[in-house]
């Protein structure tokens, strides 16, 4: 059986209750941030190609109201979130900014105060989330932008740009997480829009809804349980290793080679750079390809495309691991899957599959029979961005 996600005004509901466990009295504001399934395109966004994720039913909130002095109070109730579970730290100012410490989870809100424009008063807020945490939701984006679009609330100062704020958040992770992402999670949880994919452009940030509403399809999503932490040393070694190939081939990015250029890496840089490259430019060609497949709806195309990104992620950008595989393997062996991948950073997680929703009890049955691990599954729907919900 597929999990049961609660909606985000359920969400706020515990958010509340959280509150006034924690602080006594109600909050005044409350921000909503979803977490995102990348559809395709994976690790093209940090190389200026195109992605085309959908932001998720799952979301973060961010509930509190102001404290009415200088400093901000944390509290979160995630399990899985490292000690301690109540933070508190001063506002920013020139003589006291703000850095990254512990716990770790409370740095991707500090990295949002740190940078939000004209600066926020003290508050007190809760963190509660229904993003799985680790597994390649994008649960980091969803805290931000929940984080950012709390004090847009708080404040009564909303962004004129949108992308403005996604790259606010995108900062936030750069510098207080210390994850050089690229755009993709941050912008689609800002701009996700019900019953659409998202074309990103992530080099000139233009976006191009893509429509995923036909109601025979859905969306499974399947947690392998198995943690990743992208701060680690594979995230920012594959992005050393493209800016190479790019370097090596006289480009800005990767963004601007082909497959034909590949021919002349072949004697200046390693077999592994080699591979990394191989991946990056056939998979924002894919993405294109696929966009073009959904517009039309010929949906077997675009679950074609999908198999070959796994396989390219698998073989040359070497991120994928055996569950995720198994996961894959055993989604696309029935009968009106038309095409199953990992998503996200990679390492575990999840994947992600289009199915005939009258075969999606078919599919669960058979990973359940071929997947040695306790995977969780979740049936979703392109879902709405960043909002103010009220309290």
């Known amino acids: 059986m597929a999990e049961l996600v609660p909606d985000a005004e359920e969400l706020l509901r515990a958010g509340c209750r959280l ?11 409350a921000g909503c941030g979803p977490g995102r399934v990348n559809l395709i395109g994976e690790h093209t966004d940090y190389n200026d190609g195109f992605v085309l994720p959908m ?26 979130a490292d000690a301690p579970a109540r933070t508190q730290f001063p ?16 740095n991707y809100v500090k990295g949002v105060v740190a940078h939000f424009p004209g600066g926020c008063p003290g508050f007190d807020a809760v963190v509660i989330s229904s993003v799985p945490l680790g597994g390649g939701l994008s649960s980091s984006a969803s805290l ?73 399809l859905v969306v499974l999503v399947t947690n392998s349980a198995v943690k990743h932490e992208l701060s680690g040393s594979e995230y920012p070694t594959r ?56 517009q039309a709806r010929d949906y077997r195309k675009f679950g074609t495309l999908m198999v070959e990104s796994h396989a390219s992620l698998r073989t040359d950008y070497e991120v994928s691991c055996p569950e995720l595989d198994q996961l894959v393997n055993a989604a696309v062996e029935v009968e009106g899957v038309l095409g199953s991948r990992m ?41 709405d961005g960043a909002r103010v919900l009220s309290v």
Request: net charge positive; with cysteine.
């Open 19 to 29: 509150f006034r466990e924690r602080f006594g009295g109600d909050p005044d504001v």
């Open 55 to 80: 932001a998720l039913p799952m979301v973060t909130l961010v509930v509190g109201r102001r404290s009415g002095g200088d400093l901000v109070t944390l509290c979160t109730d995630s399990p899985d």
């Open 91 to 106: 506002v920013p100012s020139l003589e006291t900014p703000l850095r990254p410490g512990l716990p770790k989870w409370a």
């Open 144 to 216: 931000e932008v929940a984080a950012f679009t709390f004090l847009e609330a708080l404040t009564g100062r909303a962004s004129q740009k949108l992308s403005d704020k996604a790259l606010v958040c995108q900062r936030a992770e750069h510098e207080f997480a210390g994850m050089p992402c690229g755009i993709m999670d941050q912008f689609i949880s800002v701009m996700g829009k019900r019953g659409n994919a998202l074309l990103i452009d992530c080099r000139s940030l233009e976006s191009q809804l893509v429509p995923l509403d036909d109601p025979e």
């Open 239 to 294: 992005r050393r290793q493209c800016e190479q190939a790019a370097q090596a081939l006289g480009k800005k990015s990767l963004r601007d080679a082909t497959i034909a250029d590949l021919q002349a890496l072949q004697d200046r840089v390693p077999g592994v750079v080699l591979q990394r490259a191989r991946h990056v430019i056939s998979e924002i060609a894919r993405t294109e390809e696929a966009a073009r497949a959904l």
């Open 343 to 383: 998503t996200g950073g990679g390492f575990g997680g999840c994947t992600v599959t289009i199915v005939y929703k009258n075969a999606v009890e078919k599919v669960i049955a058979n990973i359940k029979a071929k997947y040695r691990g306790n995977p969780k599954f979740y049936l979703c729907v392109p879902s």
